[in-house]
């Protein structure tokens, strides 16, 4: 393959709603370009993008995928994303690289939501931004209901390139109003003949052609001044004044689509090859350290990794942009956040699975390799002479939970290190330890992106694991005064065993007096790392226990307290004194004492009201006013209480307060009811009660496990 240089490489991210026909649209443009001499379909399952099995099993995009294309003299990179977003890290980290996107609208359905979504990621890049109007073919489709509604929501930088002369199926003619030509399509789509605009459509092309040079004119002083001398622009100034407005989101043009019948793709193509902006006209990049960096050939080499993914009989690629400089193979660099040296070993370009061999990638391109041993997603890698990091990609927080079990016990060790490996390659899913539900938590952006987690741990790590609600850290408490006393008694052969506690606990808060009926010797406070205090009284008189047996006692409540008596969840907020006891001047030893200790508490602990806490979170939902009383419905069948209302701007906000036992699959509940609309924010807010009926049915279960071990 030819090397393009960083003047002459285009990178476009293909985005949009689920179905607007992105992976069509890349298939499409590959074949126009001669890439592939079969054009590939969803339907068939034979798209150069779509080439994992999930995604056929699914009918729709998962991964990102690059492929390219060769048109006239430059190289157009493609990445082609998943709609859903469940897999909307996959979309970041492309517009990321991308120096443009080409939002993809569905003519049958306008604006969707995902749009809408995803068009925030967009906007915070400001990347440059094509709309493409696709499905035009389709008997549903409404190009103007489209076009308005996207004038509505992209606002008025939205300009109209083309209209279509016909929609549905009569769709084979295309106005362009930067060239002044209609294009016509052969029945089977393809290359368009170039024929002049009938008379019956010259007034309309004519006004919109004028809107759209005065659009194009007012990006640039000069060009304003030329456009007020000549009355017109020349195709040249145009194309200058639609780059300085892409660059600045003032121009977001319009194109017409139809991705399956191979209509309106070379058109689209050509204009980003001569308007879109390529990685050195875009604004540098920053550094973490506030530096910038240009896209340029003459500084030392800096690859950013976007992306990696272990691939069945492949193994680790990795997917880059090349930042500055020129990359070969065999060339060396330094990871600065892991600290280690990679060694570039095989060079690619990639068109989905098809990996072609390459001698040089320079600035601005997009390349992959394979076996980068010690390079996460996010990471930059810098030749010798570069030095700091790039601005890592910033992924969104995880929307839902699900504890993850092998169901092989053997693989437990080897989940969690498989699990880290799928975080580096895609950061939106997070993995994490519960140390006190002792359950490993996965923590995604949705279903769908669960679903595919699992069926990567099956095919692809050969793991067969179970998804299962995440144990609720609950707490137990007391509520009045008990006492109760244990006897540790064993002397069958050997050296015996002798304790004897006698014990009362209360419900503990700060400041409370000491009891009266006994007497305090000795005072201990332990902060309890779950939260709360214990605070141990030791009350014994006449030396019936020896004071050196009280840290086997403390010992033994503790362990109680770590693992309570209603429901194995941490205790918290007791007062324990031991006042009374006896000791055996042989056989009393610490062991006895921790046993005595536990089991007095233990005793005493179910005499006192136990009282079971839950953790309850401040819920924050922020959706359409439309949908309020439905989701305020739903807090309520969360045993929710509701805080407050406020609103911010057209969105309405509800705070409440929800047990997080009730929280599970609040997330796709809120999407369903706002169709992706509803942001929602989740924060730990305090430790309550949990109702009697709850904590009965909670305790019966852990007594039935208790009895099962
Ligand atoms: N009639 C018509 N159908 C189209 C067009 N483009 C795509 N389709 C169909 O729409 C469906 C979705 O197309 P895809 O290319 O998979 O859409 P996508 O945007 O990649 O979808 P996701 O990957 O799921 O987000 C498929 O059945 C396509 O054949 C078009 O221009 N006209
Ligand atoms: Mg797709």
Request: proline fraction near 5%.
């Amino acid at each position: 393959m030819k090397t393009y240089d960083e003047k002459h490489i285009k990178n476009v991210v293909l985005i949009g709603s689920a179905k607007s026909g992105k992976t069509t649209l890349a298939e499409t443009m590959l074949f126009e370009a001669g890439i592939t001499g079969r054009r590939g379909s969803v339907e068939e399952k034979n798209t150069l993008s779509d080439y994992h099995e999930i995604e056929h099993e699914r009918g729709s995009s998962v991964y990102a995928t690059p492929l390219h294309t060769e048109w006239k003299d430059y190289k157009i990179n493609i990445i082609d994303t998943p709609g859903l977003d469940d897999f909307i890290g996959e979309v970041i980290a492309a517009i990321r690289v991308c120096d443009t996107a080409v939002i993809l609208l569905n003519a049958q359905h306008g604006v969707e939501i995902g749009t809408e979504i995803i068009f925030d990621y967009v906007d915070r890049y400001q990347r440059p931004t094509i709309l493409a109007i696709n499905h035009l073919d389709h008997e549903k489709a409404d190009f103007q209901n489209t076009l308005e509604e996207a004038k509505n929501f992209f606002g008025p930088a939205v300009t109209l390139m083309q209209y279509p002369i016909e929609t549905g199926p009569g769709f084979n003619a295309i106005i362009d109003l930067l060239k002044m030509t209609m294009y016509k399509f052969p029945a089977g789509g393809g290359k368009p003949e170039k024929l002049p605009i009938p008379e019956s459509e010259l007034e309309r092309a004519n006004q919109l052609h004028n809107e759209l040079v005065e659009k194009a004119a007012e990006n640039d002083e000069k060009l304003m001044e030329l456009y007020f001398e000549k009355g017109n622009l020349d195709e040249d100034e145009l194309r200058e004044g639609l780059k300085l407005g892409m660059m600045n989101h003032h121009v977001f043009p319009v194109f017409c689509l139809s991705a399956k019948k191979d209509m309106g793709s070379g058109r689209l193509m050509g204009f980003i090859d001569n308007v879109a902006p390529s990685a050195v006209d875009m604004p540098a990049e920053m550094l973490e350290d506030g530096s910038a960096l240009k896209c340029t050939v003459q500084a030392p080499t800096r690859l950013f990794v976007f992306k990696t993914l272990v691939e069945p009989h492949l193994g680790k690629l990795s997917l880059f942009k090349v930042m500055s400089g020129e990359l070969t193979p065999g060339m060396d660099f330094y990871n600065e956040k892991t600290n280690t040296n990679e060694r570039i070993g095989q060079l690619f370009i990639l068109d989905g699975k098809n990996r072609n061999a390459v001698e040089s990638l320079k600035a601005g391109d997009i390349g992959a390799t394979l076996k980068m041993k010690n390079t996460r997603t996010s990471d930059t890698l810098n030749a010798k002479g570069a030095t700091g990091n790039i601005d890592p990609i910033h992924f969104p927080d995880p929307k839902i939970r699900m504890a993850i079990l092998a169901k092989n016990k053997a693989d437990d060790e080897k989940l969690g290190e498989v699990l880290h490996e799928i975080h580096a390659e895609d950061p939106t899913i997070v993995v994490q330890y519960d140390k006190e539900t002792r359950q490993l938590l996965l923590y995604a952006q949705g279903e769908l992106h669960l679903t595919a987690t699992k069926w990567r741990l099956q095919h692809v790590y050969k793991m067969d694991i179970d998804f299962i609600k995440p144990r609720i850290p609950y707490r137990e408490t007391i509520q009045r005064i008990a006492e109760a006393s244990y006897r540790h008694k064993k002397q069958s052969g050997g050296a015996g065993q002798f304790g004897e506690v006698y014990m009362r606990i209360e419900p503990y808060h700060d400041g409370m007096p000491n009891p009266k009926d006994i007497t305090v010797r000795d005072t201990e406070v332990h902060e309890l790392p779950w939260g709360g205090k214990m605070v141990f009284l030791n009350c014994i008189t006449g030396g019936v226990i020896d004071s050196r047996f009280m840290p086997s006692i403390v010992k033994g409540v503790m362990e109680k307290m770590s693992e309570g008596p209603l429901t194995g969840s941490y205790v918290r907020d007791v007062r324990v004194s031991v006042y009374d006891g006896k000791m055996h001047p042989v056989d009393s030893n610490d062991i006895s004492f921790k046993i005595a200790g536990m089991m007095a508490f233990k005793e005493a602990f179910h005499a006192a009201e136990p009282q079971l806490l839950e953790p309850i979170f401040d819920v924050e939902t922020e959706a359409p006013e439309q949908v309020m009383g439905d989701i305020m419905s739903e807090l309520q069948t969360r045993r929710s209480i509701i805080m407050g209302m406020d609103s911010r701007g057209s969105f309405q906000i509800i705070k409440a307060r929800t047990p997080l036992a009730e929280l599970d699959k609040f997330n796709s509940a809120l999407r369903s009811i706002a169709q992706g609309r509803a942001k929602v924010k989740v924060n730990f807010a305090e430790y309550a009660t949990v109702p009697g009926e709850l904590q009965k049915k909670l305790t019966e279960e852990y007594r039935k496990t208790e009895q099962e071990y």
